[in-house]
């Protein structure tokens, strides 16, 4: 099993910055972590949850929706089995609950798809406001 929680989500003014935090811990992440996709997704309220990043913990791909490429970047602390979104120049529409989620062995095109994680965080809420 694994287990993922979000952490630093909050209030900001658009324009400003937050970094999200998603804590890994489980048998199953700690002995096959490299084999591990890992992806931010976010749900805006009467919207459905949209992907907007992952990455492989190995560090080779990395993968950005284009709503937030050249502003988000993903990156993780192996020592600290954690994944961050540093979001900047955030945007009011970016209001939601931002999701961290996993995947063993996830096939490059499926990076995107919801249906293809197991793991979920409980999620963390960004509210951005103009």
């Known amino acids: 099993q694994v287990q993922l929680v979000e952490s630093g989500g909050g209030l900001a003014q658009a324009g400003d910055s937050l970094r999200l935090s998603c804590a890994a811990s489980g048998r199953t992440f700690s002995d096959y972590a490299m084999h591990y996709v890992v992806a931010w997704f976010r749900q805006a309220p009467g919207k459905e949850r949209e992907f907007v990043s992952g990455m492989r913990w190995s560090r080779s791909h990395t993968w950005y929706a284009d709503s937030v490429k050249d502003r988000f970047t993903i990156s993780r602390d192996s020592d600290k089995n954690t994944v961050y979104l540093q979001m900047n120049r955030l945007k009011p529409e970016e209001t939601a609950v931002y999701y961290c989620?996993?995947?063993?062995?996830?096939?490059?095109?499926?990076?995107?798809?919801?249906?293809?994680?197991?793991?979920w965080g409980q999620g963390t809420q960004v509210t951005v406001s103009s």
């Open positions: 989620a996993a995947s063993r062995s996830l096939i490059q095109s499926r990076v995107r798809a919801e249906d293809a994680y197991n793991y």
